[in-house]
């Protein structure tokens, strides 16, 4: 990317921008769904039942595959021209960039009719004990497919992680499983998914260019439902979740993705944005703070 950094200015103007993104693209989900659904779209309100108890994580063992925290990725989204890098194909753990996965499958399932915006999840042990961040669910409750999807995309909740991930794979287990077959399926061949949140697992890897293969490949097949990762806050039952990716504020022409954080990965983020009708893909990983991870992808 240029590396000129230019940020916007806080205004009324921004603000409208702001509140316009929030109030259309959300209920635009809607459209998109129903106008790509390949089968019959899941009845409004239906209740979906979830799943067995998730295994509590095991103490953190290093694993000797990921020697680093920093790798770097540009590349041309239309041609997958590779344009700057460092050490792209070299294991590093991604955090909550696992989170572009479970959206990636979660589309799938509205695109196919399996889940609908409008159907409500039952609240699972699981989800109301999964450690922050979290959109914060009530025992015994329900939370709608839109204000999960939402959750992941700002708040990076990981409540809202584990209920799509039970929801669609009868536990967390199985849908990692599910999450590394569609990973080698888009060419990500160094990456294993191990939780559906990004949550800290030795096992859990990936490279920089695995995750812009996904990236890219959340732009072409989702271009519907790609417009909700610009958005920079959503209100949930009353609150405001802020999307923590802070460059879509800050940067000319960034729309997208995602950021992620653990203690072994560092600071982490996988963005796409247009710069003189030409779309860039950038991944950062292993920042020591989220301002450096950030003049990085500048």
């Known amino acids: ?39 019959r779209p899941t009845p409004a309100g239906k209740s979906h039942a979830l799943s067995k108890t998730m295994h509590p994580p095991s103490p953190w063992v290093p694993n000797p ?10 590349v041309d989204a239309a041609s997958g021209r590779e344009l700057a890098s460092d050490q792209p194909d070299e294991l590093r753990h991604p955090a909550s960039l696992t989170k572009l996965m479970t959206l990636y499958l979660t589309f799938s399932a509205l695109d196919s009719g399996r889940l ?13 004990n999964a450690p922050p961040t979290k959109i914060g669910m009530q ?24 209920l799509l991930a039970e929801t669609l794979g009868g536990d967390e287990e199985s849908f990692a499983q599910q999450m590394t077959l569609k990973a080698r399926q888009l060419g990500m ?3 294993v998914f191990r ?44 609150r405001p979740l802020e999307n923590h990716n802070r460059m879509l504020a800050s940067y000319a022409g960034a729309d997208g993705l995602k950021t ?14 247009m710069r003189d009708n030409r779309r860039l893909i950038g991944v950062v990983m292993g920042g020591n703070s989220a301002f450096q991870r950030d003049r990085l992808m500048a």
Request: charged share 10%; no cysteine.
């Open 1 to 39: 990317m240029t590396p000129s950094l230019r940020r916007f200015v806080a205004s009324l103007g921004g603000l409208a921008i702001n509140v316009l993104v929030a109030t259309l693209v959300i209920p635009g989900l809607a459209n998109a769904q129903s106008s790509t659904a390949k089968a």
């Open 65 to 74: 595959g990921v020697n680093a925290k920093d790798s770097y990725l540009i």
């Open 116 to 128: 609908s915006l409008d159907d409500t999840l039952a609240v699972s042990m699981n989800a109301l």
């Open 139 to 162: 025992p015994g409750g329900t939370v709608m497919v839109r204000d999960a999807v939402m959750g992941l995309v700002t708040r990076s909740a990981n409540d809202a992680a584990v």
């Open 189 to 191: 061949s160094s990456t």
């Open 195 to 238: 939780n559906a949140s990004g949550l800290p697992n030795p096992e859990q890897v990936t490279t920089a260019r695995d995750m812009a293969r996904l990236a890219n490949a959340l732009l072409r097949d989702f271009p519907h439902y790609y417009p909700v990762f610009s958005v920079l806050t959503y209100n949930y039952r009353g």
């Open 260 to 273: 992620g954080y653990t203690n072994a990965s560092g600071f982490n983020l996988v963005m796409s944005a």
